[in-house]
């Protein structure tokens, strides 16, 4: 067991104090795991990931600081549709009440808001995406 031989328990223990990420959580543990002598392939049935994804993750400790092996690396994808200036807008709008946008209804739904950015915006987004759009905006 040569991996994580120059990080400390401690190190780690730190880490685990100060992270509010559940993902960030699930790597310090699974290092502390691995330091700790529980095998990678325990560690895999414990957390229902593959071996290789274990490995990966102590990979990560051993490249970058812990810091950084803790976090999602970045991943390009598809821009959004809305702009800041728009996404602003609709975060005020969701934290007014719907009828200051001209709506008959006293509270927000995934419906009526899908409806705004389309009425607003001109732009068409799934249920499944406007519900992760206000949790996003609304920091629900």
């Known amino acids: 067991m040569d991996k994580l031989a120059d990080i400390s328990v401690d190190s780690l223990l730190e880490s685990l104090e100060e992270t509010n990420s559940a ?6 543990m ?6 700790d002598g529980v095998p990678v ?8 990931l593959s071996r290789s994804t274990v490995y990966s993750w102590l990979d990560r400790f051993e ?13 390009p994808g598809r821009p959004p549709k809305l ?6 807008s609709v975060r005020n709008a969701l934290n007014g009440s719907p009828t200051e946008c001209g ?3 006293s509270a927000w739904t995934p419906e009526l808001l899908q409806r705004y950015i389309e009425r607003e ?11 992760r759009i206000i949790r ?4 629900v």
């Open 23 to 28: 993902k960030a959580t699930k790597r310090l």
């Open 30 to 35: 699974i290092a502390l795991a691995y330091k």
């Open 41 to 48: 392939d325990t560690l895999s049935a414990r957390y229902g």
């Open 63 to 75: 490249c970058r600081s812990i810091e950084s092996a803790i976090q999602d690396d970045s991943r």
């Open 83 to 88: 702009d800041e200036t728009q996404q602003a």
């Open 103 to 105: 709506y008959e209804q």
């Open 121 to 131: 915006y001109g732009v068409s987004y799934s249920l499944g995406h406007v519900r």
């Open 136 to 139: 996003e905006l609304s920091g």
